[in-house]
């Protein structure tokens, strides 16, 4: 508890928390399950380049989001590499993509030999919007890469009609749409494709890894070569692919998670529901909501809203909290056109929802190290920081 | 058993020399109970990328082990290429050995460079500065040599060459963890070397890679380019990608690196068993790694003299096969020969005479944790056979598809 404004750390109090709270999931894989299948690595001395573990966690997550192929990938950042230049309508093009999203985006765009084209997002949803994305599309569109939001699919079906008309090619960034539904039916099978991430802050647990699901059966044989350097057999490639394999100690480690995957989840959303009631109070915060509409979610993230009405601005709270080892960060801010992720190439739009957006959340401490005691030490830090915000406001604007 | 008839070989209905496949490629793991170890501490720490402990101890721990200054691990080794492009912010040419594994050039095609083959010099198996300087046109950027086998070539000269033309110098040195030249490691050359840990080379990380420098700059770019974190944005570079090494590939490489010298030490005896075998020099020879510095002897490649031996390489290599020892043709094709430059430039052959040789007669054998001085063995039982009966079996083999 906090007496004094001196009890911050931000002022050099004793902090909240003794070790991070960190913004990831950081689920545990289960060890007795990790270390039998990793036996079997052992004893098969086949440790990467597609092995059995490899194979059969893509059959499980092939099954999970209903659809042909998955395709695992050491990461989902070298997936989307692959998956964007396979799709582009040529070299050189456009991607449509948010500016309001993981600040890889634009340089994976690049990588994969096109050009980043932000367009803003729909301010309720945060998700790309289509008619901003339908007025950019042009001879120079190779590719949608459409972002599902944590809150929110990405207008599933404006955007794959939009596709439909205008021929340019849809895949959809997935990453925090894992275990999420759309009209009933798993994120996964929409677009030409998905790509979905197994980085340790991810719903499921790899270490590093990502996959791919698509039910476009060529598409999936290309995605397979590609990763593997391009190769169709020992002595022959059908073009420039690169090392996206995953290895076996990673997939043993997200095969360990898999059984455990919903109840993840549900202990997400208690965490969800334990972080609203205890903010429930506090004048000028709002929160992110999961609709509660019969679709599934993951409720992987605790957005906070910061509104005029809270006497310090989002990026105090957020130096505040930081410094309790609340590893707190403003969400995707600042949008990706006006950072150093913005290629110096463009111009960069104007793109006011996406601005507005930038200003509001913070993105608060979640997952599986996250104690119910800590969600009500972080409310009463708010409060505190309400209550003390006319002394703490001068020392910390002091502070630079 | 010891083949001695022809109707002994498996090609020709005789039992196979190996009831289960050997493979070409290391396979080196550490102990059981020290991975267990290793992954309980990562379990309890509960860090699992990102820069972790275990990631950073090997940077220094590799840092040393290879003598310079700054060591970043990441995914693979392809992915430190495509990092090194980027962190040495290169545009235009690169001048590249066609024999090579296709990463190497491949990862300039994702950095948006141009590769310009060049031929081998015959004896290093390497570029040579020779064969290079007519090739560094005015769009050229870097010259990327590949250290074949971990053995260097003519590093000397090109260092010159590159600082003569005022461009950049970079070793792709996948196969040379634990090798030397002129006394020192490999990453001694060059701006920056890349290698790799893949689970077929002398020290494995499952997957993975690093990229080593003395460049205080480099170094901080290459950080730069190889994650998007906010706190890691510590250069100004052209691009960045998702490139972190994770935990768990960290640990590996951390007990591979206790047990390396024990690893090299066998390689280098099944090596030796091998090319002091009776035949061996009527057969043709092994790459030797006489010359120069020390080798982990990774690889044992075969340099088939087809004028001393009836049988071409693929129909040794089909026939080895059948007997299940899964020999491997390496590099085969030069990536000239691959798509798309085979038809970008389909007679890029022609330039590159002593790569077309190499990549038609080199054979790489089994030697790795798989393999026993018993297996070498065998394996040279079989071509011994081979050597005494080349020519029957050359006649009674299936004809080669054209
Ligand atoms: C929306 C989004 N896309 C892609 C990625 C990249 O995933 P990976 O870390 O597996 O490369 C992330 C990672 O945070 C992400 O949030
Ligand atoms: C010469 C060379 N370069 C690059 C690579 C790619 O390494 P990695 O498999 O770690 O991506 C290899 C791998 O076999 C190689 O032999």
Redesign the interface.
């Known amino acids: 508890m906090k007496h004094t404004v001196e009890d911050l750390g931000v002022f050099g109090g004793r902090t909240i928390f003794p070790a991070a709270r960190p913004i990831g999931q ?1 689920a ?2 289960n ?1 007795e399950a ?2 039998r299948l ?2 079997g690595v ?1 004893a098969r ?1 086949r ?3 597609n092995g059995p573990l490899v194979q059969k966690l893509e059959r499980r997550l092939a099954q999970l989001h209903q659809v042909r192929h998955c395709i695992a990938v ?5 997936g989307l ?1 692959l998956l964007m230049q396979a799709l582009a309508r040529h070299a050189g093009g456009e991607v449509i993509m948010p500016a309001f999203t ?3 985006l634009p ?2 765009a ?2 994969a ?1 096109l050009r980043p084209r932000f367009c803003d997002v729909e301010a309720r949803s945060h998700a790309l919007d289509p008619a901003c994305a339908a007025a950019a599309i042009d001879d120079g569109t190779a590719l949608i890469l459409a972002v599902h939001q944590v809150n929110s699919p990405c207008f599933i079906t404006e955007f794959e009609q939009l596709s439909r008309d205008t021929g340019v090619p849809l895949v959809f960034d997935s990453v925090h749409g894992a275990r999420c539904s759309f009209q009933g039916r798993p994120i996964g099978g929409f677009g030409r494709a998905e790509v979905f991430s197994l ?2 802050t991810k719903l499921l ?1 790899g ?2 890894g990502g996959y791919i699901t698509t039910s476009d059966d060529m598409l999936a044989d290309l995605l397979r070569r590609q990763r593997n ?3 169709v057999d ?10 996206a ?1 995953l ?4 997939a043993a ?1 997200a095969l360990s998670c898999l059984d455990d995957l919903d109840a993840l989840v549900q202990r997400n959303q208690r965490r969800y529901e334990l972080y609203r009631a205890a903010f429930a109070g506090i004048s000028g915060l709002d929160c992110v909501r999961y609709a509660d509409n019969g679709e599934r979610w993951n409720y992987e993230f605790f957005l906070l809203e910061v509104t005029d009405a809270f006497p310090l601005s989002r990026n105090q709270i957020v130096t505040v909290l930081r410094a309790e080892q609340a590893l707190a960060r403003p969400y995707y801010s600042p949008p990706l056109h006006l950072s ?2 913005c290629p110096a190439f463009i111009d960069p739009p104007s793109l006011p929802v996406t601005e507005t957006l930038s200003r509001r959340f913070i993105q608060m401490p979640v997952g ?2 996250l104690q119910p005691e800590d969600i009500s030490a972080l409310a009463d830090l708010f409060r505190f920081m309400q209550g003390n915000a006319a002394a703490i406001r001068p020392r910390l604007e002091a502070a630079g | 058993m010891i083949k001695d008839s022809l109707a002994d070989l498996a090609i020709f209905g005789g039992t196979p020399a190996f009831a289960e496949p050997v493979h070409v490629g290391q ?1 080196n ?1 550490p102990p ?1 109970n020290e ?2 170890q290793a ?2 501490g990562i ?1 309890d720490r ?1 860090y ?3 820069h972790g402990p275990l990631v950073q101890e090997l940077d220094r721990r590799l840092a040393g082990y290879l003598g310079v200054r700054h060591v970043v691990c990441v ?5 430190a290429l ?1 990092v090194a492009c980027k962190a040495l912010d290169l545009d235009g040419e690169v001048i590249v050995p066609s024999f090579t ?3 190497t050039v ?2 300039l ?2 950095a ?1 460079l141009t590769p310009v083959f060049c031929d081998v010099d015959p004896a290093t198996h390497n570029i040579s500065a020779e064969l290079a300087a007519p090739l560094v046109g005015a769009r050229a950027a870097a010259i990327l040599g590949v250290h074949a086998w971990g053995r260097a070539g003519d590093t000397a000269a090109l260092q010159d060459l590159c600082a003569r033309r005022g461009i950049h110098l970079f070793y792709d040195a996948a196969h040379g963890v634990g090798c030397t030249h002129d006394g020192r490691s490999l990453a001694a050359f060059g701006e920056l070397a890349v290698f790799s840990f ?2 077929t080379k002398i020290l ?1 990380s ?2 993975g890679g690093c990229l080593a420098t003395d460049n205080d700059d480099l170094a901080q770019r290459i950080r730069t380019v190889r994650n ?1 974190h906010v706190s890691e ?1 510590v250069a100004r570079v052209p ?4 490139g ?1 090494m ?4 960290a640990a ?1 490489g951390l007990l591979g690196l206790d047990h390396l010298p024990r690893w090299i030490q066998r390689n280098r005896e099944l090596y030796e068993r091998y090319r002091t075998w009776d035949s061996c020099r009527s057969l043709g020879g092994f790459v030797d790694y006489a010359r120069g510095g020390q080798s982990n002897c990774q690889f044992c490649v075969f340099d088939i003299d087809s004028a001393r031996f009836a049988m071409s390489r693929d129909q040794l290599q089909r026939l080895l096969r059948s007997e299940n020892i899964l020999a ?2 390496y590099f ?2 030069g990536v000239h020969r ?3 430059y085979c038809t970008l430039d389909p007679e890029a052959g022609a330039r590159l005479r002593s790569t077309e040789a190499l990549c038609g007669r080199l054979l790489q054998l089994p030697l790795g ?2 393999v026993t001085a018993d297996c070498v063995d065998r394996i040279t039982g079989v071509l011994d056979l081979c050597l005494r009966h080349g020519a029957d079996i050359a006649r009674r083999l299936p004809q080669e598809q054209a």
């Open positions: 950081l545990l894989p060890r990790f270390f990793v036996a052992y001395r440790i990467t380049n050491a990461n989902a950042s070298l590499i993981y600040a890889g340089h994976l690049q990588w030999g980085h340790a647990n270490f590093e350097f391009g190769y020992e002595a022959a490639t059908a073009g420039i692919g690169l090392n394999k290895n076996e100690l990673h480690a150093q992720h599986e190290t | 396979l793991l059981w991975f267990e992954f309980n379990f509960r699992f990328t990102n995914t693979n080794a392809t992915v495509m594994f296709p990463a491949q990862a095609f994702w948006g893949h689970a494995g499952g997957e998007f944005s691009l960045r990608i998702n972190k994770t935990e768990a590939q590996m491997r043709r085969f094709p691959l798509a798309p944790t798989g």
